[in-house]
């Protein structure tokens, strides 16, 4: 299984609203990622948690809270977005300790409008 | 931090060509992966090669790391191959953060 899950597929939050996002994986990966992707870039690094410890912030505003509850899940507490923030937010998970491998595994992504 | 830079931006094809894809980066890596993103926008891992040569179908790929760039071989394109090609490489010195390159939007005509 080199699954992972995200949810909801799609959201559209108003300014005010507070909403999460949830990502899922049981293959084992000890190191999940949040990425932001706007229309026409690449993705890029928001936050990294390894071993569920916050290791990397690639500061990211406030307004964006990460969470790492268990070594398969991790979230994404959105609160008082921006239009701007509108975007594709990508989860993945990687490093599989005892074999070296640090091949990286991306969910289909939540697509969000902020309105 | 690590540059990544992807060639051609964009290519379009007839049904059957063959093409080649660059990634050159700019420190040395401990990962390097090539994704396609479909419509959907799904990453879809097509390889990970930090250094050597792989195969998968009609696809494969070489990375020098020593040289610092990594190609990826298209052949016998099909529609379906269309989309967004991206390599993402983690240097050495930043272990655990991915950088990805630009991209290139391969379009194959039937």
């Known amino acids: 299984d080199t699954e992972v899950t995200q949810t909801p597929k799609h959201l559209v939050m108003g300014m005010t609203n507070k909403k999460s996002l949830k990502c899922e994986q049981h293959?084992?990966?000890?190191?999940m990622y949040w990425y932001k992707q706007k229309a026409k870039k690449p993705p890029e690094l928001m936050f990294v948690?390894?071993?569920?410890?916050?290791?990397i912030n690639e500061s990211v505003p406030s307004r964006f809270s990460p969470e790492c509850p268990n070594s398969s899940l991790l979230n994404l507490h959105l609160h008082a977005l921006q239009p701007e923030d509108s975007a594709l937010y990508l989860c993945?998970?990687?490093?599989?300790?005892?074999?070296?491998?640090?091949?990286?595994?991306f969910g289909q992504g939540t697509r969000l409008t902020v309105v | 931090g690590i540059q990544v830079e992807q060639s051609p931006p964009d290519l379009i094809l007839q049904e059957g060509a063959n093409s080649t894809l660059r990634c050159n980066f700019s420190?040395?890596?401990?990962?390097l992966q090539w994704f396609h993103q479909n419509p959907w926008g799904q990453l879809i891992n097509l390889f990970y090669?930090?250094?050597g040569t792989k195969q998968n179908g009609r696809l494969s790929a070489t990375t020098v790391a020593t040289e610092r760039y990594s190609l990826l071989y298209i052949s016998s394109s099909q529609t379906t191959d269309s989309g967004v090609y991206f390599c993402?490489?983690?240097?050495?010195?930043?272990?655990?953060?991915?950088?990805f390159g630009d991209g290139t939007t391969l379009t194959v005509k039937p």
């Open positions: 993945a998970s990687s490093y599989l300790p005892g074999t070296g491998s640090t091949e990286a595994f």
């Open positions: 293959m084992g990966h000890r190191a």
């Open positions: 948690y390894s071993y569920e410890k916050l290791s």
């Open positions: 420190d040395s890596v401990n990962n």
């Open positions: 090669i930090p250094s």
């Open positions: 993402a490489v983690e240097s050495i010195a930043n272990a655990g953060k991915s950088t």
